[in-house]
């Protein structure tokens, strides 16, 4: 199997990112990424809007496209990253670094989603890319993963994972749930 480079939390222009969906491809394209996930957020227009799903089903990636999503958890001020494989989807506590978390608090409040049926699975240990190590603790019972949360040019290529798995959506999903993938940075 090969080893797989990508980024799962990537905003374009239909939500608050600054690049169209071709050009963010694009942009991890020339990096060499393998997979990106799209992950507009929910209040913009996003994959359950016809003419944007259609806009990128028409797109032709060389790396292996994920459909996804980043929505609010309306009881109370948190973000959650839904990616879409073909049968999978992995949720993701986004950038608790943002919300300025302490780990308990981090714990209750994965905890608190659990417990309204949001099956989370992974939490991000970065924030637009910049590693934040107090998450990254097996206090926190959910997988540990890095992304850039790319929404301009700084945040891109910052963090990433990679994944020894097919070429697969699923797959790619169920080796990240098993913890068989790595974390990297770029150097600053």
């Given at each position: 199997?090969?080893?797989?480079?990508?980024?799962?939390?990537?905003?374009?222009?239909?939500?608050?990112?600054?690049?169209?969906?071709?050009?963010?491809?694009?942009?991890?394209?020339?990096?060499?990424?393998?997979?990106?996930?799209?992950?507009?957020?929910?209040?913009?227009?996003?994959?359950?809007?016809?003419?944007?799903?259609?806009?990128?089903?028409?797109?032709?990636?060389?790396?292996?496209?994920?459909?996804?999503?980043?929505?609010?958890?309306?009881?109370?001020?948190?973000?959650?990253?839904?990616?879409?494989?073909?049968t999978e989807t992995?949720?993701?506590?986004?950038?608790?670094?943002?919300?300025?978390?302490?780990?308990?608090?981090?714990?209750e409040r994965v905890?608190?989603?659990?417990?309204?049926?949001?099956?989370?699975?992974?939490?991000?240990?970065?924030?637009?890319?910049?590693?934040?190590?107090?998450?990254?603790?097996?206090?926190?019972?959910?997988?540990?993963?890095?992304?850039?949360?790319?929404?301009?040019?700084?945040?891109?290529?910052?963090?990433?994972?990679?994944?020894?798995?097919?070429?697969?959506?699923?797959?790619?999903?169920?080796?990240?749930?098993?913890?068989?993938?790595?974390?990297?940075?770029?150097?600053?």
């Amino acid at each position: 199997m090969a080893l797989l480079r990508g980024n799962l939390h990537a905003h374009t222009t239909y939500s608050d990112g600054l690049r169209t969906p071709q050009a963010l491809i694009e942009e991890y394209e020339s990096r060499g990424y393998d997979f990106l996930a799209i992950t507009d957020h929910e209040d913009h227009e996003n994959w359950v809007e016809p003419a944007y799903r259609q806009a990128l089903e028409r797109l032709a990636p060389r790396l292996l496209l994920f459909r996804g999503i980043e929505v609010n958890f309306d009881p109370m001020e948190q973000h959650i990253g839904k990616v879409y494989g073909d049968t999978e989807t992995l949720w993701v506590l986004n950038h608790p670094a943002r919300y300025k978390l302490s780990v308990a608090q981090t714990v209750e409040r994965v905890r608190w989603i659990r417990s309204a049926g949001w099956p989370l699975s992974a939490i991000e240990v970065t924030d637009t890319g910049l590693y934040r190590p107090v998450y990254d603790t097996d206090e926190i019972p959910l997988v540990k993963i890095a992304t850039d949360d790319a929404h301009r040019p700084p945040h891109f290529g910052r963090a990433w994972i990679e994944v020894e798995a097919t070429r697969d959506r699923d797959a790619i999903i169920r080796a990240i749930r098993g913890g068989d993938f790595r974390m990297g940075f770029a150097e600053r």
